[in-house]
C-alpha cells in the first residue's frame, strides 16, 4: 500500500498523542512535553476532524492545557494530504501544509508554511506502530523542532 493511503488510514484510528518541543531561539520558553488524547470523526470519504487535548509541561515544570482541532484531507488523484488549524472554525481554516511522499517512508511537505518570516516544514512517517509527525521551524524568530508520537 502507497505510503499516503497507510497514513491516511492510521490516522482513522488515532486516540492518543505524545510530543516534545525543543527551542533553541533566544526566548526558550516553548521547550517541553506533552500528552494527550485525540477524538477523530470523519465528515466526507476526503476528510478528518481531529480534535486534540490534553497537558504541556514545560522544561521549568509549568503545566498548561492545550486544545487543537485539525483537518486532514486527502487528495487522491494528486497523491496529497492536506493539513489545515480550525483555531478559527471549519469556516475559517488556517492552512498549513500539503504532504506527499518524499520517499517510502516518509511523507513531507511539499512547501514550507509561513508564519511571518518563519518557515514550518513538517514529515510524517510511521515509527514502531505510532505515526510520527516531525516539524522543523526557522527563522529570525523562532529555531524550534516539534515531535508527535500518534496512537
Not at 533566544?26 to 485525540?38: D, K, L, P
Not at 508554511?113 to 509527525?133: F, K, N, R, T
Amino acid at each position: 500500500m502507497h505510503l499516503l493511503h497507510t497514513v491516511w488510514n492510521r490516522l482513522h484510528t488515532i486516540q492518543a498523542l505524545e510530543f516534545t518541543a525543543t527551542s533553541h531561539s533566544r526566548t526558550r520558553g516553548w521547550t517541553g512535553h506533552g500528552r494527550g488524547s485525540v477524538a477523530v470523526t470523519q465528515n466526507h470519504d476526503t476528510d478528518l476532524i481531529c480534535t486534540e487535548m490534553g497537558t504541556w509541561t514545560t522544561d521549568t515544570n509549568v503545566q498548561l492545557a492545550f486544545r487543537n482541532v485539525y483537518r486532514w484531507t486527502i487528495d487522491k488523484k494528486a497523491q496529497l494530504l492536506h493539513l489545515e488549524h480550525l483555531r478559527f472554525g471549519p469556516e475559517q481554516p488556517v492552512y498549513l501544509c500539503a504532504l506527499s511522499s518524499q520517499s517510502t517512508t516518509h511523507l513531507c511537505s511539499v512547501q514550507p508554511h509561513l508564519c511571518g518570516p518563519d518557515q514550518y516544514m513538517v514529515s510524517i512517517s510511521i515509527e514502531s506502530g505510532w505515526l510520527a509527525m516531525h516539524w522543523d521551524i526557522q527563522g529570525p524568530h523562532k529555531n524550534e523542532q516539534l515531535s508527535y508520537w500518534y496512537d
